[in-house]
């Protein structure tokens, strides 16, 4: 080949080199400033070859491919973390070397080199085979390594969508749970601006008396909700600070803790929200339709509001409450509102009772109000028991008459019992009995058809 020839075709070569290896090693975007010195050295090495192809500067030839190849081995350099440039810089030593010396020794002493030229070919083409298998293991592990890249990516965004996502969801539940809340809050100041007109008729008497009880009940769960609350607050500044920190184990960790305090806010939110449709449902007009009710359930709820509304009149006041549920009683047709002011009727006459009779006997007596289910056969059996003043023998086939009383003028209206007399034999088909002996206490037994 002539020296324009060879000039030329160096020009070439090199030029294509260069361009290769900056697209495989992405130095635009891993080495910008140097990518730009590249482009420059680009220009000079056309220059250089160019120059070369004058017979007084074709030694520019050798010594710019001497400098071509330092360039690369360089750029390979600049990337010490980076696996392929690794590869690859192990891959262009060899022909770094060989192919500038072969020029070298072709300049320096021509004789030399044409009676050794087959040894200083067969270097070449071998460096060039080590450089094109190292090129194609190095281009393997690029493609794997952009494969991690991508996937790692993908997982980041994934964790990012799922942080925007876990972010709307608890800032909706906030807002959901600040709405429940201040309900919740206004449905307890209802409560207590309505109590003298429950009072009016004696279906909503007993619930008048209960408001202290229900404000009671409803309060334990509203402060639950508060405080889990506040505590959420805080977490999600901190979810805030570890997501733009970059930390997603945090995050995960932050987040399990809002979820379990998102839970324990339904849990207290559902209970609240349980007494208040309780008392709703006592407080409207039975719809006579028959549902599943669980007895146990209605039975300890309405225990507990009617002592909590005595002891709400008479903080003195103290009975023991005492609880036998038959476990796993299936769930039974009934008419919820109307069993539940028949059992708050009986809870109500039950601590009215025992609190008489601590008054009488203020030493030695302890008022104990008891409440058991039991299956028996096809029926459902209901007792609630006391052990308050008794009632005499010959007032016991009075009690369930209407107005009959034995309180106080202005304490009972004579209706209670007599109302939930009809709403177990005639609403429910079941049966309602008493049992009492006078001084010892009062049981009232309730059956319903399983």
């Not at 190095?138 to 997982?155: F, T, W």
């Not at 309505?194 to 008729?201: F, G, M, P, S």
């Not at 549902?291 to 002592?307: G, I, M, V």
């Not at 005595?310 to 509102?337: E, G």
Request: glycine fraction near 6%; aromatic fraction near 8%.
């Amino acid at each position: 080949m002539d020296i324009v020839g060879s000039s030329f075709a160096s020009m070439g070569i090199a030029v294509a080199v260069l361009q290769t290896i900056r697209k495989f090693l992405q130095t635009a975007t891993r080495l910008p400033d140097w990518d730009s010195t590249l482009e420059k050295i680009k220009t000079v090495v056309l220059v250089v070859f160019a120059a070369s192809a004058l017979r007084p500067l074709h030694f520019l030839e050798t010594w710019g491919w001497i400098a071509f190849s330092l360039v690369l081995l360089y750029t390979t350099r600049l990337l010490p973390d980076y696996r392929p440039a690794r590869l690859l810089r192990w891959g262009l030593l060899p022909l770094s070397v060989v192919y500038p010396l072969s020029k070298l020794v072709k300049f320096l002493v021509p004789e030399f080199h044409k009676d050794n030229s087959d040894f200083f070919t067969s270097a070449v083409v071998s460096a060039s085979i080590w450089l094109f298998a190292l090129w194609r293991i190095a281009a393997s592990q690029k493609k794997s390594l952009e494969k991690e890249r991508l996937e790692r990516e993908q997982a980041e965004q994934e964790i990012r969508a799922e942080n925007a996502q876990l972010e709307g969801l608890v800032a909706a539940r906030t807002a959901e749970l600040t709405r429940q809340k201040e309900e919740l809050e206004l449905a307890l100041t209802d409560l207590k601006t309505t109590q003298t007109q429950l009072i009016q008729a004696e279906r909503l008497a007993s619930l008048g008396e209960l408001t202290a009880g229900i404000a009671h009940e409803i309060q334990n769960p509203l402060n639950f909700v508060n405080n889990f609350s506040e505590v959420s607050v805080e977490l999600l500044d901190e979810l805030e600070v570890e997501i733009l920190a970059g930390h997603p184990e945090e995050v995960r960790a932050i987040a399990d803790d809002l979820r379990q305090n998102l839970q324990k806010i339904a849990h207290h939110g559902q209970r609240a929200e349980g007494i208040v449709k309780g008392m709703l449902q006592h407080s409207r007009a039975s719809t006579g339709q028959k549902e599943p009710t669980d007895l146990n359930a209605l039975a300890d709820e309405y225990l507990r509001l009617s002592y909590h509304g005595l002891r709400a009149k008479d903080k003195a006041f103290n009975a023991t409450m005492q609880t036998s549920f038959a476990p796993a009683l299936s769930p039974v047709a009934a008419i919820p509102q109307d069993l539940g002011r028949v059992l708050l009727n009986l809870f109500n006459n039950a601590f009215y009772a025992v609190s008489e009779k601590k008054k009488i006997h203020p030493t030695g007596y302890q008022p104990t109000v008891s409440v058991r289910t039991k299956r028996l056969g096809k029926e459902v059996e209901i007792r609630v028991k006391d052990n308050g003043l008794g009632i005499p023998e010959h007032l016991k086939q009075k009690i369930f008459q209407p107005f009959f009383t034995t309180k106080p003028s202005g304490q009972g209206t004579g209706l209670g019992l007599s109302i939930s007399y009809d709403i177990i034999t005639k609403g429910h088909g079941g049966s309602f009995s008493v049992e009492s002996q006078e001084g010892e206490g009062t049981e009232f037994v309730v059956r319903l058809p399983a």
